[in-house]
C-alpha cells in the first residue's frame, strides 16, 4: 500500500475516545438541524394561510425542503454519534458466566 492511500485510510478511522469538543459540536450541530426542522413545519402549516395559490405552491415546496434536508441532518448526526459510542463501547463477557 502506498503511504498516499495509507494516509487516506488512517484519517478515516477514529482514533481512541473522541473529546468532549467533539460530542458539544456534533449536539450542536444536531440542535442546530433540529431548528431547521421545526422551522420547516412552521413554515409549511403558515403556507395553507397564504391566499396566492403561487405563493402557497412555492412556500409548500420550500418547506418542504427545509424539513427533509435538515431531517436528513438530524439523521445523520445521530448516526454519527452512535456508530462511535457503538465502536469505543468496551467488551465484555456476558453477564452471569
Known amino acids: 500500500m502506498s ?3 495509507r494516509r487516506r485510510a488512517d484519517s478515516c478511522q477514529i ?3 473522541p473529546d468532549r469538543w467533539w460530542w458539544f459540536g456534533q449536539l450542536l450541530l444536531t440542535g442546530i438541524a433540529c431548528f431547521f426542522v421545526f ?3 412552521s413554515l409549511l402549516a403558515a403556507s395553507y394561510r397564504l391566499g396566492d395559490p403561487f405563493s402557497f405552491i412555492m412556500t409548500f415546496f420550500a418547506a418542504s425542503l427545509i424539513i427533509l434536508i435538515s431531517g436528513v441532518m438530524v439523521l445523520g448526526f445521530v448516526v454519527r454519534m452512535r456508530r462511535v459510542l457503538l465502536i469505543n463501547r468496551p ?3 456476558h453477564e452471569g458466566k
Do not use: L, S
Open 3 to 5: 503511504d498516499d492511500t
Open 15 to 17: 482514533k481512541g475516545r
Open 39 to 41: 422551522f420547516g413545519i
Open 91 to 93: 467488551m465484555t463477557d
